[in-house]
């Protein structure tokens, strides 16, 4: 009988050993061809931007191109899906956001499932700023709420159902009495554009998307940000937290996921890439000018993030009945 267990557990231990090997070598062989990074959402937004400022550093660190694919629709699942469904070999990353959270929560029918794109690493967040037209008569977060409740409720363009903007206006509902309309547009440019013209009252938008028509002074007014803390590149805005808002933290986070079955190792040498890339000065002084505050870490660092997020959202998406039906 000794011998019996004896002999069985030789080679497990032995298969143990080799696949954890081949781990190892296939990650120090990696990459040998160039990476693709998809960013389910059109260019020149948030994600793109840090996706490309992520790409740059990634491919320095790696010896490889890292090539930007935009693969925008349905509030980024078209992207989401196509990696999701993709050959987990080391070559294809998502360039992720809220909506790979959010959209299992909240869609009828999703085409993947939550475990089949994985955290890898983050990559940096743009704070949001809520905004009204230049010509508004509100000039803080806290007098548009307030107005809010007087009338029958303001129009608030979110960038579709489950974008960053739709839960700005639910967590502003649902926290704190606002009466807020969400009015679901294609892109977050179609929404800016829709304030601009007085068709609706207000937006959030990424800051680096929407810090220049704010500096214009002709097209945004601001009315707070979203963040934790004010932005450095336009430390004269207050947060929403400063006004009283406390429960109002929610950003345009950019992350990298992966195919499900993509080694660890070439996930944490990926991670490892991004991190040196977003702690390098280059990078981080160009993104932070932008308005977009560099994070990095490691695959725990976000593994835990994703999960609070997760947490999170899903009790804005509950209490507000944001799941369709």
């Known amino acids: 009988m000794k011998r019996f267990h004896y002999s069985v557990a030789i080679p497990k231990l032995l298969a143990l050993s080799l696949l954890a090997c081949a781990g190892?070598?296939?990650?120090?062989?990696?990459?040998?061809?160039?990476?693709?990074?998809?960013?389910p959402f059109s260019a020149g937004g948030a994600n793109d931007l840090m996706a490309r400022a992520a790409a740059e550093g990634a491919a320095k660190e790696l010896g490889q191109p890292v090539i930007i694919e935009n693969k925008p629709g349905a509030g980024g699942n078209v992207g989401s899906a196509y990696v999701a469904k993709a050959t987990p070999d080391g070559y294809i990353f998502l360039i992720s956001a809220a909506g790979v959270i959010t959209n299992s929560m909240i869609k009828k029918s999703n085409?993947?499932?939550?475990?089949?794109?994985?955290?890898?690493?983050?990559?940096?967040?743009?704070?949001?700023?809520i905004v009204v037209a230049a010509s508004s008569p509100y000039n803080t977060l806290r007098e548009f709420i307030e107005a809010s409740k007087l009338s029958t409720g303001f129009n608030f363009a979110t960038a579709g159902t489950g974008s960053t903007p739709h839960f700005v206006a639910e967590i502003l509902n649902t926290k704190y009495g606002a009466k807020l309309i969400p009015v679901p547009y294609k892109s977050g440019s179609e929404s800016a554009s829709a304030v601009m013209g007085r068709h609706v009252e207000a937006t959030s938008e990424a800051s680096i998307v929407a810090l220049p028509h704010i500096r214009s002074g002709d097209k945004f007014k601001a009315l707070a940000t979203t963040w934790t803390k004010r932005l450095a590149v336009y430390p004269e805005l207050s947060t929403a937290t400063e006004q009283g808002f406390n429960e109002l933290q929610i950003a345009?986070?950019?992350?990298?996921?992966?195919?499900?079955?993509?080694?660890t190792a070439i996930m944490d040498k990926l991670a490892a890439a991004v991190d040196t890339a977003m702690k390098s000065a280059n990078v981080s002084e160009r993104l932070k000018a932008l308005g977009i505050e560099p994070i990095g870490g490691t695959r725990a660092d976000f593994n835990v993030f994703v999960d609070k997020e997760r947490a999170r959202l899903g009790v804005v998406v509950r209490d507000a009945r944001m799941s369709e039906n």
């Open 24 to 39: 190892q070598g296939v990650a120090q062989e990696w990459p040998v061809k160039p990476l693709r990074f998809v960013v």
């Open 252 to 263: 345009h986070w950019a992350g990298i996921h992966a195919p499900a079955g993509v080694s």
């Open 111 to 129: 085409p993947y499932q939550d475990s089949d794109l994985v955290p890898v690493v983050m990559i940096g967040l743009s704070p949001s700023v």
